[in-house]
């Protein structure tokens, strides 16, 4: 997946004005509740992150990929962050950035 670079400054922004930073890290040491989300653009597919990301509660329980994911979590469950499409592309577009 390639980014394009305002869309994905757009998303770094959005990471910690969504309070994703709260959850997550994108390459740097540290463990948090969620999964580092450097490399997701290599370990999932586009259509796989809009689906999680649009939804996340339509899938527990009936993705392999998820429940095993929050196993990892210790049963944390990720909130559903109620994003828009366009936020969820400029997501997709700063992790992209971190292979
Ligand atoms: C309350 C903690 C929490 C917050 C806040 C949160 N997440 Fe998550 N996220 C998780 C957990 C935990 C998982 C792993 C699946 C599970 O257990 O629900 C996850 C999984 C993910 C995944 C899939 C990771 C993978 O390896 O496939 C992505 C992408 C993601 N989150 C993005 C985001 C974004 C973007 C935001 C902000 C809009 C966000 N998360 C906010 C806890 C959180």
Request: aromatic share 8%; glycine share 8%.
């Amino acid at each position: 997946m390639r980014a394009d670079p305002a869309l994905a400054k757009r998303g770094e922004a959005l990471f910690t004005s969504k309070g994703c930073n709260a959850c997550h890290n994108v390459g740097k040491p540290g463990k948090m509740a969620g999964p580092d989300l450097a490399g997701v653009t290599t370990r999932r597919t586009g259509e796989w992150l809009r689906r999680w990301l649009k939804d996340p509660n339509s899938m527990f329980g009936r993705d392999p990929i998820v429940d095993a994911m929050v196993v990892e979590a210790k049963n944390v469950k990720m909130p559903n962050m109620k994003l828009s499409d366009a936020e969820i592309e400029a997501f997709i577009a700063y992790f992209a950035q971190h292979p």
